[in-house]
């Protein structure tokens, strides 16, 4: 049998990622080549460093070690996801009497992206074991939220107008909360003038332009009955999703006219390549070509390994909390419209649904159609709280799929709940001056970028 420095980097790489997937000693044994003892070994090791890397001791900078250190390097994580650990480490320092190295945050970052439940898709559990073998200086967070995957995400952003573009503590925590995704919606806003939400985008683009991942946007019309108006819009990355169409749900059902307060804004989504053609073998860098190499001895399906949704459609909701029975079953209905009209088997229905804490009683969720069809999966329980407030815990929003493909390319360990008050260590007020309600993100398998 092989030995420990026999072994290559790539191999013991294997190891932990097949432990990781929960394979046996035996299995990862016979598929690396090499002894039951040394896959418990490297895997240990790896367990307690992070790493399968010897590491010369006593160099670099001091570690963050206080609860403050650890915040700062959390966010900067957040809101720089495609930078590299050195450009983390530059920004992290900047201003800052207490450095820290690049292994640090190589650390810190290997330490987030598991606290965020991310092992369950086999590109990222690939990944983790990649973090083992590879450089620091030139890992980069890009491949842990990669093209493999989209994170879609729903905002009810309490009232958004001018008054929270002017606060800077607030408009940092919406940015931060919508450059975490690749596909916001942004519901509530009340801006009468139209000007806050292209000022929102102005602020996004110029934050994160270094990134090169410029944002777009779609927006409604101003929807609602009488004086009191909203709008729904979806901001998204241009370099990796394009709006094929938007619809307007035109909410003009015989015998049940003017069933929503703010009818969908409904949007169909693709990933740039949608043309029917997969990206060939000469556009696939090494690093693509090794991880398709590590997913498949593992027994891993040709279809976790590529693409699995290249287009869906998303069908937002905002319902008022009076009337949360009647508009979440009217949602069957727009479905149905709404699949006549495109051509789309992968549907998101998302957003605030107010589908809880009282408003919407035990005895009438067998009466709703969108909960009683098997067809639609509900991605979040009712115990799920999406509310800021510590003496609400409330399931207000939801995520709810349909379509076998759409279904397969999300998992339910996906869902996300961004605690913006944890992250930023707001105090209640504080968080509430932002929203009511924390952003939900779930995590959708697509198309990958090409080359």
Same mark, same amino acid.
């Given at each position: 049998?092989? +030995?420990?420095?026999?072994? *290559?980097?790539?191999?013991?790489? %294997? !190891?932990?990622?097949a432990r990781?997937?929960?394979h046996?000693i035996s299995?990862?044994a016979?598929?690396?080549?090499?002894?039951?003892?040394?896959?418990?070994?490297?895997?240990?090791?790896?367990? =307690?460093?992070?790493?399968?890397?010897?590491?010369r001791?006593?160099h670099?900078w001091?570690r963050l #070690?206080?609860?403050?250190?650890?915040?700062?390097?959390?966010?900067?994580?957040?809101?720089?996801?495609?930078?590299?650990?050195? %450009?983390i480490?530059?920004?992290?320092?900047?201003?800052?009497?207490?450095?820290?190295s690049?292994?640090?945050?190589h650390?810190?970052?290997?330490?987030?992206?598991?606290?965020?439940?991310?092992?369950?898709?086999?590109? %990222?559990?690939?990944?983790?074991?990649?973090?083992?073998?590879? =450089?620091? #200086?030139?890992?980069?967070?890009?491949?842990?939220?990669?093209?493999?995957?989209? +994170? !879609?995400?729903?905002? /009810?952003?309490?009232?958004?107008?001018?008054?929270?573009?002017?606060?800077?503590?607030?408009? /940092?925590?919406?940015l931060?909360? !919508?450059?975490?995704?690749?596909?916001?919606?942004?519901?509530?806003i009340?801006?009468?003038?139209? %000007?806050?939400?292209?000022?929102?985008?102005a602020?996004?683009?110029?934050?994160?332009?270094?990134?090169?991942?410029?944002?777009?946007?779609?927006?409604?019309q101003?929807?609602?009955?009488?004086s009191?108006?909203?709008?729904?819009?979806?901001?998204?990355?241009q370099?990796?999703? *394009?709006?094929?169409?938007?619809?307007?749900?035109?909410?003009?059902?015989?015998?049940?006219? &003017? $069933?929503?307060?703010?009818?969908?804004?409904?949007?169909?989504?693709?990933s740039p390549?949608?043309?029917?053609?997969?990206?060939?073998? +000469?556009?696939?860098?090494?690093? @693509?070509?090794?991880?398709?190499?590590?997913?498949?001895?593992?027994?891993?399906?040709?279809?976790?390994?590529?693409?699995?949704?290249?287009?869906?459609?998303?069908?937002?909701?905002?319902t008022?909390?009076?009337?949360?029975v009647?508009?979440?079953d009217?949602?069957? &209905?727009?479905?149905?419209?709404?699949s006549?009209?495109w051509?789309?088997? @992968?549907?998101?229905i998302?957003?605030?649904? @107010? $589908?809880?804490?009282?408003?919407?009683? =035990?005895?009438?969720?067998?009466?709703?159609?969108?909960r009683?069809?098997?067809?639609?999966?509900?991605?979040?329980?009712?115990?799920?709280? #999406?509310?800021?407030?510590?003496?609400?815990?409330?399931?207000?929003?939801r995520?709810?799929?349909?379509?076998?493909a759409?279904?397969?390319?999300?998992?339910?360990?996906?869902?996300?709940?961004?605690?913006? +008050?944890?992250?930023?260590?707001?105090?209640?007020?504080?968080?509430?001056?932002?929203?009511?309600h924390?952003p939900?993100? !779930?995590?959708? @398998?697509? $198309?990958?970028?090409?080359?």
């Open positions: 049998m092989g +030995k420990c420095k026999d072994l *290559s980097e790539f191999d013991k790489g %294997q !190891i932990v990622m990781r997937l929960d046996s299995k990862t016979a598929l690396v080549g090499c002894s039951w003892s040394l896959v418990v070994s490297i895997y240990q090791k790896w367990s =307690k460093e992070g790493t399968v890397v010897n590491r001791q006593g670099g001091p #070690t206080d609860a403050c250190g650890e915040r700062r390097l959390a966010c900067v994580i957040r809101s720089n996801r495609r930078a590299t650990v050195a %450009q480490a530059k920004e992290v320092n900047a201003g800052s009497d207490r450095k820290v690049e292994c640090t945050v650390d810190g970052s290997e330490l987030f992206w598991q606290q965020k439940g991310d092992q369950h898709n086999i590109r %990222q559990v690939i990944m983790l074991c990649l973090i083992a073998v590879m =450089k620091p #200086t030139v890992f980069l967070l890009l491949s842990l939220g990669g093209a493999l995957s989209l +994170k !879609i995400c729903s905002f /009810n952003i309490r009232s958004f107008g001018e008054s929270k573009i002017s606060k800077p503590d607030v408009l /940092n925590v919406i931060e909360s !919508i450059n975490r995704c690749d596909i916001m919606l942004v519901m509530e009340k801006d009468a003038k139209g %000007q806050a939400f292209p000022r929102l985008m602020h996004l683009n110029r934050k994160y332009s270094g990134q090169k991942h410029k944002y777009g946007y779609v927006i409604s101003r929807l609602g009955r009488k009191y108006k909203e709008q729904y819009a979806f901001v998204y990355r370099k990796l999703v *394009s709006v094929k169409s938007v619809y307007q749900y035109p909410d003009m059902q015989p015998e049940d006219i &003017d $069933a929503f307060a703010r009818e969908p804004y409904v949007v169909w989504f693709s390549t949608t043309a029917g053609k997969m990206g060939k073998r +000469k556009d696939l860098c090494k690093f @693509n070509k090794d991880q398709i190499v590590m997913a498949r001895p593992l027994d891993q399906s040709i279809s976790k390994t590529a693409a699995e949704v290249k287009e869906f459609v998303v069908i937002p909701i905002h008022p909390p009076e009337a949360a009647k508009e979440i009217e949602l069957y &209905d727009v479905y149905q419209n709404v006549q009209h051509q789309s088997q @992968n549907f998101i998302m957003g605030d649904f @107010n $589908a809880a804490c009282g408003y919407i009683p =035990k005895k009438e969720w067998r009466n709703i159609r969108l009683s069809d098997s067809s639609f999966v509900w991605l979040t329980d009712d115990k799920l709280d #999406t509310s800021v407030k510590e003496s609400t815990k409330c399931a207000y929003d995520v709810v799929l349909h379509g076998k759409m279904i397969q390319a999300v998992k339910a360990e996906s869902v996300e709940v961004y605690d913006f +008050k944890q992250a930023f260590g707001l105090t209640e007020q504080e968080a509430l001056a932002v929203s009511d924390f939900l993100c !779930i995590t959708v @398998n697509a $198309a990958p970028k090409k080359g």
